[in-house]
């Protein structure tokens, strides 16, 4: 049975994903849009791997391989879309390695290793390995032979948010944020950190990449103090997760319905923005008939693409790509 409060926060998640990834390929010289990247980008994808591992339970702890296989083939139709979208808008073949990934199908491989990791570690008592997942998150940044290969590097800095979820009973995460000072001080706090990302758009932007978890301490010019910063940064999305679940409605409504649909739009939405950016010249037509304010369009482009691709017309064929050969209901 579908709960629709987590089926609303998928929503408004997956559209942050997609209004995330939207200003990135337009490249809009914005600040308002630079400081809603950031803002974005602090909680979006550590939130989905933390409400992946809350409802992993059964999966894990039943050892339900048959659930856990269709991430792995979500993964591999990703690869294998981007490779023909390239191939359609450049006319070339571009790189393709299986088990390597840096761009957007990480995800879905990631989250693949996270049910194996908590699968193989369920004999062991999960607080500690909670506390010594974070730590290795912390100190993998140290680490620069740590790479794209089985998405090394974001499955050591993100894994703790997911066990983290694994290890918290869903009883308790509800009783909490449906508190009325919660959701009153968690709206206050969402809202803060929102203003701080616009007003300090510059001096947080530049550390972006910090917040995707994919390179080393090094590689991001932080050196020895990146360990410190990784430790306040878990702190930090902890919060701001809490804060984003207390906020979402319970109300039963047609976001409800979308957001059981994520994993298509997550599946489609990048190669379709790259059709229409690097296709279609979207933001060379914009340019030219909004000069100067197209850029404030995104968050509304963003939200249109995400209900396109929420539609139940895809539901069938991601059923067939994930569970291939086996009908399966909702």
């Not at 997609?18 to 337009?26: A, E, K, N, S, T």
């Not at 509800?174 to 929102?194: D, H, P, Q, Y």
Request: charged share 15%.
């Amino acid at each position: 049975m579908r709960i629709a409060k987590w089926d609303n926060l998928k929503f408004g998640l997956i559209y942050c994903v997609v209004m995330g990834h939207f200003i990135q390929i337009m490249k809009c010289d914005s600040g308002f849009l630079r400081g809603l990247q950031f803002f974005i980008y602090t909680f979006h994808m550590p939130a989905f791997l933390f409400i992946s591992g809350l409802f992993s339970k059964r999966t894990v702890d039943g050892r339900r391989y048959d659930k856990i296989l269709p991430y792995f083939f979500l993964y591999l139709f990703m690869k294998v879309l981007r490779f023909i979208v390239h191939f359609l808008i450049h006319g070339k073949a571009g790189g393709f390695r299986l088990l390597s990934e840096s761009g957007v199908p990480w995800f879905a491989l990631t989250l693949f290793l996270c049910y194996l990791l908590t699968i193989a570690l369920s004999r062991f008592r999960f607080p500690y390995i909670l506390a010594v997942s974070v730590i290795l998150g912390v100190m993998a940044g140290y680490d620069s032979s740590l790479g794209d290969f089985l998405t090394g590097m974001r499955l050591f800095t993100f894994y703790p948010f997911f066990l983290a979820g694994y290890c918290v009973p869903l009883e308790v995460v509800e009783r909490f944020t449906r508190k009325k000072a919660v959701r009153i001080c968690s709206a206050a706090a969402l809202a803060g950190a929102l203003i701080l990302s616009f007003v300090f758009e510059r001096q947080l932007y530049a550390r972006l990449g910090f917040l995707k978890g994919k390179a080393s301490y090094e590689t991001l010019n932080i050196g020895g103090a990146g360990g410190l910063y990784r430790g306040v940064y878990y702190v930090i999305a902890m919060f701001l997760i809490i804060c984003v679940i207390a906020v979402t409605p319970s109300v039963q409504c047609v976001l409800s319905k979308w957001g059981g649909r994520t994993l298509q739009v997550f599946a489609l939405h990048f190669s379709v923005l790259r059709v229409l950016v690097e296709g279609l010249h979207l933001k060379e037509w914009l340019r030219a008939v909004l000069p100067g304010y197209y850029g404030y369009l995104v968050p509304v482009m963003a939200l249109l693409l995400t209900v396109a691709l929420s539609a139940g017309v895809f539901e069938p064929f991601f059923k067939y790509v994930m569970y291939p050969g086996t009908p399966r209901s909702n």
